[in-house]
């Protein structure tokens, strides 16, 4: 639950920083907290240290997913579907490695895992860092004016159960799987 509210924080601040200072921001961002949380994660010796791990683990994570679909709508307007189409088949292939890794080679050491994620994330953020990401242009910048004009419009609102169905049924399902490989 702490997660969920984390990437709910992220996904209402994430879209605007990344809009006026650039996706390359949300990207290390994201990464970042992701980075540190996870960190914190394998060194939480209490249920409150845990839970902020995990609220930071959210947002780091909300950022990120509002950092990476920034990224691909710049990449190419021709190509668009297909490059989302390509990265959620790697989003499902990392959600179900992740328990089996977890499962069959880190039984019992959540921690160990915990450091493994934060290395890749190092490495990821490595990767980053020193590419050249072209910044939101101005005409597609967030604007509350249009965000009003939107709230009135059903279409919207379709969209958005559609997806907290979405969620919940991944969450679900991850859980579920995590359970049934490490049992």
């Known amino acids: 639950l702490v997660q969920a509210v ?5 996904s209402l601040a994430a879209g605007v920083l990344i809009d006026y200072r650039g996706t390359k921001i949300g990207l290390i961002l994201g990464l970042g907290t992701i980075v540190g ?8 010796n209490n249920a409150l240290g845990v839970k902020i791990s995990l609220a ?3 947002f780091g994570g909300g950022t990120q997913l509002t950092a990476r679909n920034a990224f691909i709508n710049g990449i190419s307007e021709r190509l668009r579907a297909t ?4 990265l959620l ?9 992740t328990p089996f890794i977890a499962a069959n080679f880190l039984t019992h050491d959540p921690e160990r895992l915990a ?3 934060a290395a890749l994330g190092c490495v990821t953020s490595a990767v980053v860092i020193p590419m050249r990401i072209p910044v939101t242009r ?5 604007r509350f004016s249009g965000a ?3 709230l009135g419009r059903p279409l919207l609102w379709v969209l958005a159960l559609l997806l907290a169905l979405y969620i919940s049924c991944k969450f679900s399902t991850w859980n579920w799987l995590t359970r049934e490989l490490i049992a």
């Open 83 to 86: 490059l989302f189409n390509l």
């Open 37 to 44: 949380s996870l960190l914190l994660l394998a060194q939480a």
């Open 56 to 58: 930071l683990l959210g």
């Open 138 to 142: 101005a005409e597609r910048r967030f």
């Open 89 to 97: 088949m790697f989003f499902g292939l990392g959600a179900l490695a």
């Open 115 to 117: 450091y493994i994620a």
């Open 148 to 150: 009003r004009a939107l």
């Open 6 to 10: 984390g990437m709910i924080f992220a």
